[in-house]
């Protein structure tokens, strides 16, 4: 049985994902968030993202 990679710290809702183990596990060797650049965390795909600035334009 192969031995999978475990991110611990990452929580991974996405079930239908090939690194999605049980127990909402992310076993991906790595993982990206993007885009590149985002003011607002509407603007990214991390739902964890806060501005390092000040963003009151975003809601």
């Known amino acids: 049985m192969e031995q999978k990679h475990v991110n611990h710290g990452i929580d991974c809702n996405v079930t239908d994902c090939i690194y999605h183990a049980e127990q909402r596990i992310c076993t991906a060797p790595k993982i990206n968030v993007g885009p590149t650049h985002a003011e607002c965390s509407s603007q990214t795909a991390c739902e964890t993202f806060k501005s390092a ?3 009151r ?3």
């Open 57 to 59: 334009h975003c809601k």
């Open 53 to 55: 600035e000040d963003c």
